[in-house]
């Protein structure tokens, strides 16, 4: 599911963000992940971080990974409420 690659990428770079910082912050960082082209795209999407230091730039991912939650969750909710066999939806 490309959302909870979303969210965990952006989980990841949230702790990176936490932990680490130099030069083009966004670059050197996003170089690292696992997915370098949603980690920039993320943080390109959102005009605050082109003046966000380390701090500033955890925050926004932070944001941006509560909003892919609640994205998920409720897609979870959609889900569950459609008929399906039993098995799949424990899974769910
Ligand atoms: C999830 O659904 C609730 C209720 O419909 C809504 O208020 C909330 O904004 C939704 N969350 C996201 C991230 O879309």
């Known amino acids: 599911m490309k959302l909870m690659r979303t969210f965990i990428v ?12 130099s030069g083009d912050l966004i ?5 690292k992940t ?8 993320s943080l390109i ?14 925050h926004i991912m932070l944001q941006l990974s509560l ?11 959609v889900l569950l409420k459609k008929p399906m066999e039993p098995i799949l939806k424990q899974c769910i």
């Not at 952006?10 to 910082?21: A, T």
């Not at 696992?34 to 795209?41: A, G, H, I, R």
């Not at 892919?68 to 409720?74: L, P, Q, T």
């Open 45 to 58: 999407a959102d005009p605050k971080s082109s003046s966000a230091d380390k701090k500033g730039l955890a």
């Open 10 to 21: 952006i989980f990841f770079v949230s702790l990176f963000f936490v932990s680490h910082s």
């Open 67 to 77: 909003a892919k939650a609640g994205d998920i969750y409720n897609q979870t909710l």
């Open 27 to 31: 670059d050197n960082i996003c170089k």
């Open 34 to 41: 696992s997915d370098y082209k949603l980690c920039v795209d």
